[in-house]
T-cell receptor
């Protein structure tokens, strides 16, 4: 069974569209994250949720809105997509807030055309 | 100064070589330290945690120098399967993992 799963794996969309990426973890972890990996391969934290509550929001444009319906799910909705949003988005989870190993999903490769 | 800095490489080494990666971090309040490995077009995975006393896992040895804010990873007897990007990672309590840009290793036969 996949520990952290995110869908879709690939997403190609036009500028201006709205899209969502879903993430689920079956590890029983309390904390979930969204990371963005840009074309230069730099992996940067976007959001962190602990028990459905937003803990970290790293100066991400408000076009990005995470939603956590329960502690096993953390979805990412993006409004008015821009070319610069093209990247790989990774969901991750950890038992507690980042003092332990983080498990990553396979990533969603978003291409905005 | 970037929070976590690594030499991006690439490091190109023959099988059997010993290779060392270095990393420095800027936040002296950092508490936890890790090396992650990322294969091409895959997600990052934990390679090993790094402790002040130094720790070893098979062919891999990690060292931490808190005074110098310096972390290292030594790979002995390199295998073809070690080819990947190695990410230096730090955090302090209450924050997320901060990743370096990674060091690319290519092991050839």
């Amino acid at each position: 069974d996949t520990a952290v799963s995110q869908t879709p794996k690939y997403l190609v969309t036009q500028m201006g569209n709205d899209k969502s990426i879903k993430c689920e973890q079956n590890l029983g972890h309390d904390t979930m994250y969204w990371y963005k990996q840009d074309s230069k391969k730099f992996l940067k934290i976007m959001f962190s949720y602990n028990n459905k509550e937003l803990i970290i929001n790293e100066t991400v444009p408000n076009r990005f809105s995470p939603k956590s319906p329960d502690k096993a799910h953390l979805n990412l909705h993006i409004n008015s997509l821009e070319l610069g949003d093209s990247a790989v988005y990774f969901c991750a989870s950890s038992q507690v807030l980042m003092n332990t190993e983080a498990f990553f999903g396979q990533g969603t490769r978003l291409t905005v055309v | 100064r970037k929070e976590v800095e690594q030499d991006p490489g690439p490091f190109n080494v023959p099988e059997g070589a010993t290779v060392a990666f270095n990393c420095t971090y800027s936040n002296s309040a950092s508490q936890s330290f890790f090396w992650y490995r990322q294969d091409c077009r895959k997600e990052p995975k934990l390679l090993m945690s790094v402790y002040s006393s130094g720790n070893e896992d098979g062919r891999f040895t990690a060292q931490l120098n808190r005074a110098s804010q310096y972390i290292s990873l030594l790979i002995r007897d390199s295998k073809l399967s070690d080819s990947a990007t190695y990410l230096c990672v730090v955090n302090k309590a209450g924050t997320a993992l901060i990743f370096g840009k990674g060091t690319t290793l290519s092991v050839s036969s």
